[in-house]
């Protein structure tokens, strides 16, 4: 699957994981001097996230990496501001390239299951040159139908060659406590962190660095997609790292690369929206029996969805019509 | 009670000599073995000239040579390289294991005191002698003999007078008696020497560079060069030119440097696929490894050295013109990464595990420039055209400042990542089909699609898929 033709722009899960990726950098910037930092991301047609990252940190340097010489085209048809360079490489091409002096924010922002071995060894090789304070954010293909629907089998035969699958797909990466309790919707995502966990353990072993996560969340808008935000931070001074950064407090951080937040909220209208905002952040409990009406035919789903838009309520999207 | 009560019975924990024997011969081959020998020359020189003003030239080993003979029953190495002093003839270099941590301090060595020598020598044979000369100290001899290595009881040797005073400063071993595999080997003494010289050739390039005169069966070995491709500044910065990859660093007081790149042009498909079929014996690619200017590991292929670790692909044909060398130095030989068998590279060692990371990263970038260039052949020729061999150490200086990078923020560090030239293309990903079919079945294809049926069979898959391709667009559109 190639990302390159999708309306990411109009997709809520991204958007709010878009803005949290903001709220990340805020808390960074503590400690991190983001405004002098190199963006490094892969823009789509849109760039999107370019936009976003320019316009809170005002970043005086931005490049984009797209394969596709179209999509390349187009990018630079929508370039929003002068400072993005638009490259025509592969992820793999650019990192065994990459050469520089300044810190710099990398996302790589894979959605291909079929190249997850691939995609984490251009991670492997990337945590390896990082300076200390560079940031990465990934973001990885985390839908389990990927690795086998149930039609042929089902239950734990299904578990087990899901995990096999998994297994051939990431080879060593893998963790090897990862077992067939994981091959569930919510297991799985947890599994590609302890597998980037490893990435990233084995790649800044000997470099006297280490990878710290700050936050991972999934999100399904499509298939469901899991991202994981590190920094690489100097040996020693990894226990001071998320204390100087607001992180240490932050609910919705990951700094011990478990189980990844769920971004899963309902969709609105905007009468919806601006009733319940009224109501947050106090007055959550009272909402259900107000509301008159479940976001979910199942009275225990709509709870949660109600829950989760508490918790991503700042971040949440407004699409509408625009007249142009 | 006491020993000397005579009613206990006493356990025999001494050791033989045989153990030592065998434990000290039992990992190493004969060349190595040979090579050490060389080993112990060079240290010699670096003690010798230690704190004199030669040390500080350009060719600090001129003047200094070892001598190698062969015959069916006897080994002769002799040299002029300082000699052993007679104190440590006396108390280490003849002594199994080792005594103490006895090193050369602020000498750039390799090797500790003897262990080289008796290795080769029981390597080889039963017999032997030594002869050695230190400075103005009196010239004397050991004898090893075949009775004194049966003796259990006996752990002491005399240094003799020799019959004739030694003229050179330096050292003679004789062996003989030669085990039975050892002269099977030196009865076919030309081909034993030609073998041996291009090791010593390749394995002590720097060395024989810096002066040293290595002669085998009186032929003056000449040094294999270590090169790499490097293109003009001036092409490089226009995006026609290839440059390596450069690393240096000091780390814990060892100096690397690693410089990895192009020998040549890499091969273009039918090449390859010969390649694959009828591998060759000698191949150029691979990693050189060097720890004070001694080879310990040539041209090497392995997961040891990063191929196929990480997201380096394994060796394979297509990168046979890719080759590294890693060179570390540093005048306490206890920090380099070698084990302690000298020959060979420590790869638990942290400090090499830290550059191993760097060898990858630079590996990575010439194996991803043969897959980019896959379709590209004529093209990618105009590049290498303008490229020239350039020393190891001296292409460094090709590099504007301004190029290196600082990979941690170290002020001891800094690398240099090319970038190389990428074909004009639409899109720049491409992949290898590679299968296998039957000959027959090639060849009626190629008759098919060609009319002939000797078209190089990589052509016919190509042909093939291209026909495909075309179908396919007409029905998917």
């Known amino acids: ?324 | 009670m006491s020993e000397q009560d005579g009613n206990i019975d006493v356990i025999q924990a001494s050791p033989t000599k045989r153990f030592f024997v065998d434990m000290l011969t039992r990992d190493i081959e004969l060349n190595d073995a040979i090579l050490d020998l060389l080993d112990n020359c060079v240290d010699g020189i670096q003690r010798t000239i230690h704190n004199t003003d030669k040390e500080t030239t350009e060719r600090p080993y001129e003047g200094y040579w070892a001598k190698i003979t062969v015959s069916e029953d006897k080994f002769t190495i002799e040299d002029n390289c300082g000699g052993i002093p007679r104190d440590i003839a006396k108390n280490y270099a003849f002594r199994f294991g080792r005594p103490d941590d006895r090193t050369d301090g602020e000498i750039p060595t390799v090797g500790i005191y003897g262990i080289g020598m008796k290795r080769a020598i029981f390597k080889m044979g039963l017999s032997s002698t030594i002869e050695s000369k230190h400075d103005d100290e009196e010239c004397y001899k050991v004898n090893i003999k075949p009775e004194w290595l049966k003796n259990d009881e006996d752990w002491e040797l005399r240094l003799l007078e020799p019959e004739a005073n030694q003229e050179n400063v330096g050292t003679k071993i004789s062996i003989s008696n030669l085990h039975d595999h050892i002269r099977e080997k030196f009865k076919h003494a030309g081909e034993f020497n030609e073998q041996l010289s291009e090791l010593v050739s390749t394995h002590y390039t720097y060395i024989i560079q810096n002066g040293f005169n290595v002669i085998i069966d009186e032929q003056i070995v000449t040094p294999q060069p270590l090169d790499v491709l490097a293109s003009s500044f001036d092409d490089y910065e226009n995006n026609q030119g290839i440059l390596p990859f450069i690393y240096e660093g000091t780390k814990n007081g060892v100096q690397i440097r690693i410089v990895v790149g192009f020998l040549a042009q890499p091969p273009g498909e039918s090449e390859v696929a010969e390649y694959t079929e009828a591998p060759r014996k000698k191949e150029q690619a691979g990693w050189t490894i060097i720890a004070n200017d001694r080879v310990v590991l040539y041209k090497d292929r392995t997961r040891l050295t990063g191929w196929g670790t990480g997201t380096v692909p394994s060796y394979h044909p297509q990168f046979r013109d890719i080759s590294g060398v890693v060179e570390f130095s540093c005048n306490d030989a206890e920090k380099l990464p070698i084990n302690t068998t000298k020959r060979g590279l420590e790869a638990g060692d942290e400090l090499y595990l830290y550059v191993k990371d760097f060898m990858c990263e630079g590996l990575k970038i010439f194996t991803q420039h043969t897959n980019i260039w896959k379709g590209y052949k004529e093209k990618e020729k105009e590049i290498f055209d303008s490229a020239n061999a350039a020393s190891i150490r001296s292409v460094t200086n090709n590099i504007k400042s301004e190029l290196w990078v600082n990979p941690k923020k170290n002020p001891n560090e800094k690398k240099f990542i090319p970038k190389l030239p990428k074909p004009k293309s639409e899109t720049v990903v491409s992949k290898w089909i590679r299968f296998s079919k039957k000959q027959s079945d090639i060849k009626k294809v190629s008759q098919y699609l060609f009319d002939n049926d000797d078209i190089e069979p990589s052509t016919v898959g190509e042909k093939c898929f291209d026909l495909i391709l075309e179908d396919s667009k007409e029905d998917l559109e």
Not at chain 1, 213 to 235: H, S, W
């Open chain 1, 1 to 324: 699957m190639s990302g390159g033709y999708l309306p990411y722009h109009l997709r809520q899960g991204k958007a709010i994981d878009r803005q949290i990726f903001i709220e990340i950098l805020s808390k960074l910037n503590k400690s991190l001097n983001i405004k002098h930092y190199t963006y490094i991301g892969l823009g789509g047609p849109f760039l999107e996230d370019f936009k976003l990252l320019h316009g809170h940190f005002g970043l005086p340097k931005m490049i984009s990496i797209e394969l596709d010489q179209h999509v390349l085209e187009r990018q630079k048809f929508n370039t929003p501001l002068s400072c993005i360079e638009c490259q025509l490489t592969t992820t793999e091409q650019f990192i065994s390239e990459y050469s520089s002096n300044d810190n710099a924010i990398f996302w790589l922002d894979y959605a291909s299951p079929r190249e997850r071995y691939q995609q984490l060894s251009e991670l492997y090789s990337l945590v390896q040159k990082l300076q200390n304070n560079d940031i990465i954010k990934v973001t990885l293909n985390a839908d389990l139908s990927t690795l086998g629907k149930p039609q042929k089998e089902r239950g734990e035969k299904l578990k087990n060659s899901r995990l096999h699958r998994l297994r051939s797909q990431l080879s060593d990466y893998l963790p090897n406590n990862i077992d067939i309790d994981y091959m569930t919707a919510r297991g799985f995502p947890e599994a590609l962190i302890k597998s980037v966990e490893r990435v990233c353990h084995k790649a800044a072993e000997y470099t006297g660095s280490a990878i710290l996560p700050i936050g991972a969340f999934t999100y399904k808008d499509g298939q469901r997609m899991l991202t994981i935000t590190m920094v690489k931070v100097e040996n020693e001074e990894c226990t001071e790292f998320y204390n100087q950064t607001d992180i240490e407090c932050w609910e919705l951080s990951n700094k011990d690369w478990s189980a990844p937040i769920d971004i899963d909220v309902p969709s609105l209208s905007i009468r919806e929206r601006l009733w319940l905002d009224k109501k947050l952040p106090t007055e959550i409990e009272t909402i259900e029996d107000e509301l008159g009406f479940q976001f979910d035919s199942d009275a225990e789903k709509s709870s949660e969805l109600i829950n989760n838009y508490k918790k991503f309520y700042r971040y949440y999207p407004q699409f509408s019509r625009v007249l142009v």
